[in-house]
């Protein structure tokens, strides 16, 4: 089974500018997270989808942090303009269900390292 | 405001004893918690859940101990082996809530 795919891995940009990641989550899940790990800290939700809907978006910065799932599959966050505190590991992360018993199958993908400039 | 703490940054153990890893809470309302394991350029992977309904969970060599009246959780690797060596992560929520909140991880060295 393949596991959630995140792109890029590495991304460097400078304050001000944008940046796009994205996420694949495993074939059938439908349920899509995305978390933000700042150094040294644990990961913080930013956002909870259930297919195409969002559950949970209460943590995301919504000035300057959007995110989407169209078609209920894949999902990209965005960052317009990004700040020099952006800098941090953007996981994805995918389960089959909602309910919070089910986190113990939800599966993260690598991340992708933001360093802002 | 952090609502799981884990205040040990790093832990070495030998290998061959026990490893023993620490998660305070400060919401009464949590009662559902979870171990992550993660390596280095990898996401976290699940390690092991306990309810409140439980003082005591158990999967082979891992067992999570929870003591509701002091808001206390640990994680008991035994014995401990050098693969064990990453960073750990607990996680709590109330059942008012999907969303898990981490606590700030505890990076464990296992000495062979």
């Known amino acids: 089974e393949a596991g959630v795919a995140q792109s890029p891995r590495y991304k460097i940009i400078e304050k001000r500018q944008s940046v796009a990641f994205w996420c694949n989550p495993i074939?059938?899940?439908?349920?899509l997270y995305w978390y933000q790990q700042i150094l040294g800290q644990g990961p913080k939700l930013l956002i909870q989808f259930q297919n195409n809907g969002v559950v949970d978006d209460s943590q995301l910065p919504k000035d300057r942090f959007s995110a989407e799932r169209l078609k209920g599959v894949d999902s990209t966050l965005k960052i317009q303009p990004a700040k020099l505190e952006d800098s941090a590991v953007y996981l994805c992360?995918?389960?089959?269900?909602?309910?919070?018993?089910?986190?113990?199958?939800?599966?993260f993908g690598p991340g992708t390292r933001l360093t802002v400039l | 405001d952090q609502q799981v703490k884990q205040n040990s940054p790093s832990l070495s153990v030998q290998e061959g004893r026990i490893s023993i890893l620490n998660c305070d809470y400060t919401n009464s309302m949590f009662d559902y918690f979870l171990w992550y394991k993660k390596y280095p350029a990898e996401g976290p992977t699940f390690l092991i859940s306990?309810?409140?309904?439980?003082d005591k969970n158990e999967d082979g060599r891992f067992t999570v101990f929870l003591n509701k009246s002091a808001k206390h959780l640990s994680l008991h690797i035994v014995p401990s082996q050098p693969g064990d060596s990453a960073v750990y992560f607990c996680a709590a929520s109330s059942n008012t809530g999907n969303q898990f909140y981490f606590g700030t991880g505890t990076s464990l060295t296992v000495i062979p």
């Open positions: 306990i309810s409140s309904i439980k």
């Open positions: 992360a995918s389960s089959f269900k909602l309910e919070r018993e089910s986190y113990n199958e939800q599966f």
């Open positions: 074939s059938g899940h439908a349920t």
